[in-house]
C-alpha cells in the first residue's frame, strides 16, 4: 500500500497528478545499489485515471557502455526536456526521482554552465531540438573549467536530449 506521507511513495502520487500519459524515471536503489530508469504509464478508463502501471530496467551496463567513455575529452550526457541531468559518467551530478522532485541546480546541463549566456544559448539549442528531432545542434561552453563543443539532439519518445561534450 502506497502513501502520500512516504517519501518513497512521491512518484505514484506525483505521476497520477500529471497530465502527461507517461513519464521516465531515473532512480538509484541504495539497498540494491542499482540505477534504473522506471516507465510510468497512466492506467485510465475514459478520462478517470485509475493508476499507474510500469517497469524498471538497470541502467549500470548502459551506464558503463554509453555513459563511461573511454574516449579522451569526450563526455556523454542524457537530460530530461527540462534539463535535468538523468545519465552522466559522474553520478554525483544525476537528478534522480524527477518524477517526484525538481533537480537541484547541480543536477541540471545548465547548472554545469559558467554563465547566463551560456545558458540562454543551451536552452535555445534545446528547444531547435526539441522542434527538430533527430537534427543535432551545437554550442560552445565552459562546462568543467573547460571550453567545449557541447552536441545535442531530442529523442521525442524518451523526452530526452542525448549531448555529447568535447573538449577539443
Excluded at 506521507?5 to 512518484?11: H, K, L, P, T, V
Excluded at 517497469?55 to 554509453?66: R, T
Excluded at 541546480?105 to 539549442?125: E, I, K, P, V
Aim: proline share 2%; glycine share 8%.
Amino acid at each position: 500500500v502506497l502513501s502520500r506521507d512516504n517519501e518513497r511513495d512521491s512518484w505514484f502520487f506525483s505521476s497520477l497528478a500529471q497530465k502527461e500519459d507517461y513519464n521516465i524515471n531515473v532512480d538509484y536503489d541504495r539497498g540494491l545499489q542499482v540505477t534504473r530508469v522506471w516507465f510510468n504509464v497512466l492506467v485510465r478508463d475514459g478520462d478517470r485515471i485509475l493508476g499507474v502501471a510500469g517497469a524498471g530496467l538497470d541502467l549500470s551496463g548502459f551506464l558503463k557502455d554509453f555513459i563511461a567513455t573511454s574516449e579522451p575529452g569526450v563526455t556523454s550526457i542524457i537530460i530530461s526536456q527540462a534539463g535535468a541531468i538523468q545519465a552522466h559518467s559522474d553520478e554525483r551530478l544525476i537528478a534522480f526521482n524527477t518524477a517526484a522532485n525538481a533537480a537541484r541546480g547541480a543536477q541540471t546541463l545548465a547548472g554545469q554552465l559558467a554563465d547566463g549566456d551560456q545558458r540562454g544559448a543551451l536552452a535555445y539549442a534545446m528547444e531547435q531540438a526539441y522542434t527538430q528531432p533527430g537534427k543535432v545542434f551545437t554550442l560552445y561552453a565552459m562546462l568543467g573549467g573547460k571550453s567545449q563543443l557541447l552536441a545535442l539532439s531530442y529523442i521525442p519518445e524518451l523526452k530526452w536530449h542525448v549531448v555529447t561534450a568535447l573538449d577539443l
